[in-house]
């Protein structure tokens, strides 16, 4: 699976937009964007995934670049209870000759303090 | 509806012990996957299993297995434990393999 690439950590304004950016340079066709969140000592959290277009849900937007080689998560409002590691990662479909998924690999992610 | 449920949430063990952590996937999940998560080398998948099958293994030593039951469920052991052994260790489950894949809030493992 492609690697990805995120700042080690970002502050935001309460109820400002946080923009998360991540690289993945290096991402296949058929290999999907997700992004999950975890809170300390706590599972982590799934938020949203994308192949090409843009995507949002309740949580959040996901904007991925034309060229898929780069991504941005967008909160549009953060919150205090948003403060959490957020990680990036890229995931192929099934391994069709073992018939199996690719597992998720996460990355160190990108630790976001949202502050008062 | 409920979430991925991971019993015990925590738990401390002696060397050499063994233990046996039990997870509940979400209604209707068929896949449930593993991930040990310690501060020095992150989240690491450990297996993958779908309709009662181990699909997939990570790079961890053989004191490390799993099954799956006829309903879904799951439970990992670890066997002869380590110091190192000590991490959270997560649980995950998404409908089928290639879905999105939804993680429980963790069993804690100390190892003394």
């Known amino acids: 699976d492609a690697k990805t690439t995120q700042p080690p950590s970002m502050d935001c304004a309460e109820g400002r937009a946080a923009n998360l950016p991540c690289n993945h340079s290096?991402?296949?066709?058929?290999?999907?964007v997700y992004w999950y969140r975890q809170i300390h000592s706590q599972g982590p959290q799934y938020i949203i995934h994308?192949?090409?277009n843009n995507e949002t849900n309740e949580m959040a937007s996901l904007i991925i670049t034309e060229d898929r080689k780069s991504s941005t998560l967008i909160l549009p409002h953060a919150t205090l209870r948003d403060t959490a590691v957020y990680y990036c990662?890229?995931?192929?479909?099934?391994?069709?000759?073992?018939?199996?998924?690719?597992?998720?690999?996460f990355g160190s992610g990108t630790q976001l303090t949202v502050l008062p | 509806k409920a979430g991925v449920t991971q019993t015990p949430r925590y738990l401390i063990k002696t060397r050499g012990q063994q233990v046996t952590l039990s997870c509940s996937p979400i209604?209707?999940?068929?896949?449930v996957s593993w991930y040990q998560q310690t501060p020095g080398q992150g989240l690491q998948f450990l297996f993958e299993?779908?309709?009662?099958?181990?699909?997939n293994k990570g790079n961890f030593p053989g004191r490390f297995s799993g099954r799956q039951f006829s309903n879904s469920r799951s439970e990992m052991n670890v066997s002869t434990l380590e110091l190192g052994d000590s991490a959270l260790y997560l649980c995950?489950?998404?409908?089928?393999?290639?879905?999105?894949?939804?993680f429980g809030e963790g069993s804690w493992l100390t190892v003394v």
């Open positions: 995950a489950s998404s409908l089928a393999p290639d879905d999105t894949i939804y």
């Open positions: 290096t991402i296949s066709g058929n290999e999907y």
């Open positions: 994308g192949l090409k």
């Open positions: 990662i890229v995931r192929a479909p099934r391994n069709y000759n073992s018939g199996s998924a690719r597992q998720l690999t």
């Open positions: 209604s209707g999940h068929r896949s």
């Open positions: 299993y779908f309709s009662e099958t181990q699909r």
